[in-house]
């Protein structure tokens, strides 16, 4: 029997985040070339994981949040000694984090190994994501750029985020872009007839209600719209209260849905008319891929970062206030403005031959993502080292 090379996936937990949905698909792929072991900080599986793939939990607490950015510290220094414990009992040659935390300790765990190889990924943008925070944001200022330039590789979603590593933490080792994966439909899907448009058009959005997300410039714009236009909102999160009071207030909150979380989101977006990205900031939506897999056109904000790679291959766009461009793949708007939302989203409801054409790019564009695809690349990066 040939020897399998022994890989960890390492991630705090596997909750409904992007990050652990990445790792949720990579393990059944990686399973077929290696000897894969889980390692999470935290007892938390609400995801499918590999059967074949040994999982080992370094704490069996819940995590609970730090305020602090020294408690948060604290906690981490607790947890350099198990992974290093796990890392040797499960004998890996390559590890691959995900998500700054557990990034640093792979760059901790290398120094203590040198034999060991090790890969970092990124799936934020750090300088955005921790600049409201003065103590974080010295701290990963200092800490980044020692621990991550201790591994050996780093691929992050998209390259804007490599830009930002490099240009505002001095990265130096060897970086590389690897896409998120979905897992597409195996049959095409079936374009709508829209016999109905006239009467209802359905915008549907997918995310954590959190500001980032920015949910309430896609209600904003829902607002701006006649009586026939709706939106479902999925999702749970902090700002449900205030999402909900926002709809009341414009009055439309007959024509605004809030299902919170669902399993198998896909099957419920599928019965709408278009998806919509309001996001600030992303690192790669993996939301849209799923939009785009089902058949459905897309808008989205030009937002850093994702939307501009994954419906216009990343050729920079100029779009009007109030307006948006009609991209390769679906419609872009440019950030936080719910006017050019409600534009897009009539232009979709007015134009069948749009509706049709960005229906079936979407789904032709979402196959190139496909978790079959996206694990070659990943393969290919550890079998480099």
């Known amino acids: 029997m040939e020897h399998k090379r022994k890989i960890a996936l390492f991630v705090s937990a596997i909750g409904f985040g992007g990050a652990e949905k990445v790792v949720s ?84 765990a290398k120094m203590f190994n040198p034999n060991l190889k090790t890969i970092i990924s990124e799936r934020c943008f750090p300088s955005i994501m921790y600049s409201h925070d003065r103590a974080t944001s010295f701290l990963t200022k200092l800490l980044i ?13 998209s390259i804007y985020i490599n830009n930002d590593l490099v240009s505002n933490y001095n990265i130096k080792i060897d970086t590389s872009v690897i896409y998120n994966p979905i897992l597409t439909e195996n049959r095409k899907p079936r374009l709508k007839t829209y016999a109905d448009t006239e009467k209802i058009f359905k915008a549907v959005t997918v995310g954590r209600l959190i500001p980032v997300k920015n949910q309430k410039s896609v209600i904003e714009s829902i607002g701006m719209l006649p009586s026939n236009f709706y939106l479902d909102v999925y999702g749970d999160g902090p700002l449900m209260n205030d999402l909900n009071e926002q709809a009341k207030a414009l009055e439309i909150d007959q024509r605004v849905t809030f299902h919170g979380n669902v399993d198998n989101v896909k099957s419920h977006i599928v019965e709408n008319h278009c998806f919509v990205l309001s996001s600030l900031t992303e690192g790669f939506p993996n939301v849209v891929l799923e939009a785009m897999s089902v058949g459905l056109p897309v808008i989205c904000t030009n937002c850093m970062s994702g939307p501009l790679e994954l419906l216009n291959d990343n050729e920079n766009v100029t779009i009007l206030s109030g307006s948006f461009v009609k991209a390769k793949y679906g419609l872009l708007v440019n950030v936080d403005d719910a006017v050019g939302l409600s534009q897009a989203i009539k232009f979709l409801q007015k134009n069948k031959e749009y509706r049709d054409q960005y229906s079936r790019l979407s789904y032709e564009r979402a196959k190139t993502y496909d978790i079959s695809n996206i694990g070659i690349h990943v393969k290919n990066l550890i079998d480099s080292l």
């Open 145 to 157: 750029p020692f621990f991550y330039n201790k591994n050996d590789k780093l691929f992050s979603n």
């Open 25 to 108: 698909l990579l393990l059944d792929e990686l399973t077929k070339y290696f000897d894969v072991t889980l390692i999470l900080l935290y007892d938390e599986i609400k995801l499918p994981i590999a059967k074949n793939a040994k999982v080992v939990i370094l704490s069996k607490k819940g995590e609970t949040f730090k305020s602090s950015s020294f408690l948060r510290l604290i906690d981490d220094i607790k947890f350099i000694s198990k992974y290093q414990k796990a890392l040797k009992a499960e004998k890996i040659d390559v590890a691959v984090s995900f998500l700054v935390r557990q990034n640093i300790l792979n760059g901790i």
